[in-house]
């Protein structure tokens, strides 16, 4: 039956050119493309090559000068702080950005510049992208959460110019000094930028380096406003780092035109949100849904955003998402399932529900991890709104699946994300690359080109960009997902074929955990899986095998192993669980079995896998976990 998905659907993948030209006219540039899509250097495809745009332009000039000036561009609402709480429009965000820009390029920020933000959910964190956007400049935001180390591996690939942070963040009661941890990475880097702007929070008053460190606000005060720089289209507008199989982080590099045209068709499209609706997105700035759901898409399509420093529990109660949405009129919600399973744990009833009018509330939107069907039936009882979950990645930038409430609703199958958003052509296959049969699980793979908006390629280094996504299944990208595609079309995505595990939503590598617990002088091996967690989805736990003759005792070096991912990692690794065994399972090959240790951990079925050494070991590791309260069944 045609209906407006399928319409757009056909149309994205048999006319690309077509489809996404016509939403390019969304958009306000300064130079037309030669031509929408350039495959003659594929892999390496460009969109828009020959346009010149800007995005903070058409984030926030365009709207200002157009009549939306006096409109909210940005709420912040902030628990943490004592309930504070600032509301700037178009023309104040506008001013503010142009400002900050200006005392960017007093520091000798330019085009083509890096630029790191490590800052707490603040408006100026928001401010300091926008502002990199004006001036061509390219922002890297890294995660509050990770430590000086992970800070100082990004500091060495991206080589900024210049550091935006701010004295500190607050994790509910407690004050995350920044300042000790920015040094911290600085010194640890051989790159050194050549300013740091610290925005100063009261929470905490630091001494700045004299010489390399400068108060935003002080800044601020001289600072002659900076107008939009030309960019090209294809010009680089930010990196995100993202975990891989390593420690070493991928840089995933995202251009200015491809960018702008996808989000804003997706506010629409997908989020049905139009220009002085009110959009939240419940996560962070340095994640990318935070990068494209907090600060570009919303602003692109001329809605109100907003920026929450609290927790969906804690801050005060479970009723805090409820008071959101009703103070600030908020018509759509994007978060993780994670917090509504938080929610959920303190208010099983949804009692708090009924202290705040959310009739101006029409959509909630999951993503970051599969929504469990009990989560999923819960939002929509207490809610009584579509709950919509959506599949994506960093590398993609927007959603990959989604049920597309601007173009055509579709009943919602629970552990589905529902359908291909247009654009996108995703496929089954084994791991030769044969299609598989509707319902067969099988790896999730992309029919190249993809559509605008997604990876370029990564920081400095094309050749691990095609040798991790494209070169395994030639003309297809690899999600590293592993799925489904039923006989109706819905997809569901069932589980990682790479050693990332999803932590609260958060992407982690176990692999960049088991270096750090390797790096333990009495450890000889070591293994982390992700097990099944009720509230985060899934948590590390970690297998260490001993030296011989090792005399301290078990506890003490599980303890060190936790306080070493906490201090090179950070807190958010959450990485708590840990157990000595004698030995790993391997198979005869030497390959350790992580597949097979976390289905004996979640009390999954599992077949011994038949290539295994010496099958005794996994009754050693069984017993080493229902130690520590896992593998409870047999
Ligand atoms: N700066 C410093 N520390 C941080 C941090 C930040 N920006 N963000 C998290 N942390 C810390 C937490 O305080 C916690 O520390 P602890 O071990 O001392 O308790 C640790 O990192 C783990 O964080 P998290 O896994 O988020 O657990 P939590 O108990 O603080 O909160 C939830 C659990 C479910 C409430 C929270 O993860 C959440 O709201 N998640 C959903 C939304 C989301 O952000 N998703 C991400 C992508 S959409
Ligand atoms: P990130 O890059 O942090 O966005 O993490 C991307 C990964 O999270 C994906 O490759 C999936 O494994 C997982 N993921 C994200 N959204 C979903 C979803 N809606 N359903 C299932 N898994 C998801």
């Given amino acids: 039956m045609s209906n407006n998905y399928n319409v757009a659907y056909k149309r994205s993948l048999a006319d690309p050119e077509g489809f996404w030209g ?6 306000d540039w ?9 495959s003659s250097n594929s892999p390496f495809y460009r969109w828009f090559p020959g346009a010149q745009c800007n995005t903070c332009y058409n984030a926030l000039d365009r709207h200002a000068d157009g009549g939306r000036g006096d409109q909210a561009a940005l709420i912040y609402d902030s628990p943490v702080t004592g309930n504070t709480k600032k509301t700037y429009t178009y023309n104040q965000l506008r001013d503010e950005v142009a400002k900050f820009a200006g005392v960017l390029r007093s520091h000798g920020v330019t085009k ?52 935006v942070s701010a004295t500190c963040g607050i994790e509910t ?40 460190d400068v108060y935003w606000q002080s800044a601020m005060v001289d600072a002659e406003p900076a107008e939009c720089v030309a960019v090209a289209a294809t010009d680089p507008l930010y990196i995100l780092y993202t975990s891989g199989t390593t420690g070493e982080p991928k840089g995933i590099v995202r251009d200015n035109g491809g960018h702008m045209v996808a989000l804003k068709w997706t506010m629409k499209n997908i989020y049905n949100m139009n220009p002085g609706d009110v959009y939240w997105t419940a996560s962070d700035v340095g994640w990318v849904v935070g990068h494209s759901y907090i600060v570009y898409g919303p602003l692109l399509q001329g809605c109100t955003t907003v920026f929450y420093e609290g927790k969906p529990v804690g801050t005060p ?69 579509p709950v919509i979950d959506h599949w994506w990645q960093t590398e993609t930038g927007w959603a990959i699946a989604a049920n597309c409430m601007g173009l055509h609703p579709f009943p919602v199958k629970p552990g589905s994300p529902t359908k291909c958003v247009p654009g996108w052509d995703v496929q089954i296959v084994d791991e030769t ?7 067969t699980i ?30 395994e299944f030639p003309g297809y990208y690899k999600t590293s997902d592993a799925g489904i595609i039923d006989e109706d079309g819905y997809i569901s995505i069932m589980a990682r074929t790479d050693d990332i595990i999803n932590v609260a939503g958060h992407r982690l590598s176990t692999g960049g955990m088991e270096e750090v617990l390797a790096e ?3 450890v000889a091996e070591c293994a982390v899986i992700g097990v099944a967690d009720q509230l985060k989805g899934q948590l590390p736990l970690g297998f260490l095998v001993l030296n011989v003759g090792v005399s301290r005792s078990n506890d003490d070096i599980i303890a060190d192993v936790i306080k070493m991912v906490r201090l090179k990692i950070g807190p958010v690794a959450a990485f708590k669980l840990a157990t000595v065994i004698e030995r790993l399972p391997k198979t005869r090959s030497g390959k350790i079995l992580r597949g097979t240790m976390q289905k004996i951990a979640d009390s999954a079925d599992y077949k011994m896998p038949a290539t295994i050494d010496d099958p005794v070991i996994l009754d050693e590791i069984r017993t080493a976990l229902q130690s520590i309260g896992y593998a409870k069944r047999a």
């Fill in 22 to 27: 016509d939403a390019a006219q969304e958009i």
């Fill in 30 to 38: 300064i130079k037309k493309w030669n031509r929408v899509l350039d």
């Fill in 112 to 163: 083509g510049d890096r630029v790191i933000i490590y800052m707490p959910m603040i408006p100026q964190a928001a401010m300091a992208m926008l502002a990199c956007a004006r001036l061509g400049a390219i922002h890297s935001v890294v995660f509050g959460g990770f430590a000086a180390h992970e800070l100082a591996v990004r500091i060495d690939d991206a080589k900024p110019r210049v550091i």
């Fill in 173 to 212: 009661n407690r004050v995350i000094e920044y300042i000790p941890l920015l040094n911290g990475a600085i010194e640890l880097a051989t790159h050194k930028p050549d300013k740091c702007i610290i925005f100063s929070r009261p929470e905490c008053e630091v001494e700045l380096d004299p010489v390399r």
């Fill in 317 to 385: 109660d479970a009723g805090a998402f409820w008071r959101m949405i009703s103070e600030h009129s908020i018509k759509a919600l994007f978060t993780a399932p994670t917090a509504f399973r938080a929610i959920k744990r303190q208010d099983p009833e949804g009692k708090l529900i009924a202290d705040y009018d959310i009739s101006c509330f029409e959509t909630l939107y999951l993503a970051g991890e599969r929504t469990d069907p009990d989560t999923l039936h819960w939002a929509e009882d207490k809610l009584a709104v």
């Fill in 433 to 439: 690359g044969h299609p598989q049969v509707p319902g």
């Fill in 442 to 471: 099988g790896e999730i793979v992309i029919k190249l080109p993809l559509p605008p908006g997604t990876l370029m390629t990564l920081w400095n280094a094309d050749e691990r960009y095609l040798s991790a996504y494209l070169n």
């Fill in 520 to 522: 333990h002088p009495d």
